[in-house]
T-cell receptor, first 114, second 118 residues
């Protein structure tokens, strides 16, 4: 069965600094996708970035990048130049064709301070 | 594009009452998902539909929960009778998915319904 582990319940970072949010996954599937979503205090779930298991390059979307280490089964999110608006919950998720559903981790609460 | 629309945003009800949550997916999307979010259990997939057909309802907690998708633009999640432990945020999400969920299929979420059962 798929499992997503986010070991950091909370993280603090100063504005303009970079921060890494950890995510490890456990799957027996060869083909799978990894996602990061942001949930601000308003509650909506916002898609940030996607990485496919066969992608050789790490995914990047603006200030977001995904540090994909397949052998270690990790998919850490890196946010560069943090902004106050980045304060939110961040969820890592995994989906695969065989499992046929998107499984979420427990989330990391990021607080950006001035 | 209006995005995924859920109603109501907030629902407060008493134990034993019937609760109906509604969702309108993004037009043209073929897959619809219902998730429940609680502090204790995080985000759990309850059920998902593809082309209006329920594909996997293994996450539905018990017979008190039921979901329908009568057409491509509308879905309901019903709890009858409701219990205090059903209190949670219920999210609906949709994706373009034509068959089973693909590995790169990102989900578009609604704003959620905050349900409180007293």
């Amino acid at each position: 069965a798929q499992k997503i582990t986010q070991t950091q319940p909370g993280m603090f970072v100063q504005e303009k600094e970079a921060v890494t949010l950890d995510c490890t996954y456990d799957t027996s599937d060869q083909s799978y996708g990894l996602f990061w979503y942001k949930q601000p205090s308003s509650g909506e779930m916002i898609f940030l970035i996607y990485q496919g298991s066969y992608d050789e390059q790490n995914a990047t979307e603006g200030r977001y990048s995904l540090n994909f280490q397949k052998a270690r089964k990790s998919a850490n999110l890196v946010i560069s130049a943090s902004q106050l608006g980045d304060s939110a919950m961040y969820f890592c998720a995994s989906g695969s064709y065989n499992t046929d559903k998107l499984i979420f981790g427990t989330g990391t609460r990021l607080q950006v301070f001035p | 594009d209006a995005g995924v629309i859920q109603s109501p945003r907030h629902e407060v009800t008493e134990m034993g009452q019937e609760v109906t949550l509604r969702c309108k997916p993004i037009s043209g999307h073929n897959s619809l998902f219902w998730y429940r979010q609680t502090m204790m259990r995080g985000l759990e997939l309850l059920i998902y539909f593809n082309n209006n057909v329920p594909i996997d309802d293994s996450g539905m907690p018990e017979d008190r929960f039921s979901a329908k998708m009568p057409n491509a633009s509308f879905s309901t999640l019903k709890i009858q009778p409701s219990e205090p432990r059903d209190s949670a945020v219920y999210f609906c999400a949709s994706s373009p998915g034509r068959r089973k969920i693909a590995t790169n299929e990102k989900l578009f979420f609604g704003s959620g319904t905050q349900l409180s059962v007293l």
